[in-house]
């Protein structure tokens, strides 16, 4: 079976640009979360989305935002960007969102420059 | 403030030499910890799920246990490819937040021949 899937797996963009970064869950799998891990640290929660709806949301800016589509994929956004928002960006699929066992999948490197 | 403390931060050890690494945590609402194992540039991978104090589980070398303050993951005998940094996580659910997942710094363990 295919675990979670991210891509891009790397992106360069400017201060101020946009990214949108996309999330497939493993099948079967209805519940996505997003953490952020910048060099030498742990995982920041960002954002969970279950069927759609969001279900727990991390301490960030309003520039940060995420979708879930039917097909249980998701997107997350990423406006007006800073060098701070230089990191790895990590999905997670659960089967419920009460769920503790969250499959990571390979992450997304963000270099803003 | 809900805090996730991981410790030590690095650890040595000969192959054989069993060890112990801690998470200890200030949470209200614990829905559950759970450890991750993270090798170099890739996303965590799931080793446990504990719910409640008094729980062990136990996986190959690994063996984590929960009390309600902290949580140990014992690794008896390691190996080098056991080499890896460990990251513990916390689940808290409210009704104004919802979901949340908190993080520790991890132990970067390294297991030499």
């Known amino acids: 079976d295919a675990g979670v899937t991210q891509s891009p797996t790397h992106l360069i963009k400017t201060r101020g640009q946009q990214v949108t970064l996309r999330c497939s869950p493993i099948?079967?799998?209805?519940?996505v979360s997003w953490y952020q891990q910048v060099l030498g640290q742990g995982p920041q929660f960002i954002f969970q989305y279950y069927e759609k709806e969001e279900r727990g949301r991390g301490n960030f800016p309003d520039r940060f935002s995420a979708r879930q589509f039917p097909n249980y994929s998701s997107e997350l956004n990423v406006n007006a960007l800073l060098l701070g928002d230089s990191a790895l960006y990590l999905c997670?699929?659960?089967?419920?969102?009460?769920?503790?066992?969250?499959?990571f999948g390979p992450g997304t490197r963000l270099t803003v420059t | 403030e809900d805090q996730v403390t991981q410790s030590p931060e690095a650890l040595r050890l000969q192959e054989g030499e069993s060890s112990s690494l801690n998470c200890s945590y200030t949470v209200s609402g614990l829905r559950g910890l759970f450890w991750y194992r993270q090798d170099p540039g890739k996303g965590p991978e799931f080793l446990f799920t504990?719910?409640?104090a008094g729980e062990e589980k136990e996986k190959e070398r690994l063996k984590a246990t929960l009390t309600k303050k902290e949580s140990f993951l014992h690794i008896t005998a390691p190996k080098p490819e056991d080499s890896a940094t460990y990251l513990c996580?916390?689940?808290?659910?409210?009704?104004?937040?919802?979901?949340?997942?908190?993080f520790g710094t991890g132990t970067s363990l390294t297991v030499i021949p």
């Open positions: 997670a699929s659960s089967v419920m969102p009460g769920s503790l066992e969250q499959y």
């Open positions: 504990l719910y409640s």
């Open positions: 099948s079967g799998h209805k519940s």
């Open positions: 996580a916390v689940h808290i659910s409210s009704g104004n937040t919802g979901n949340q997942f908190y």
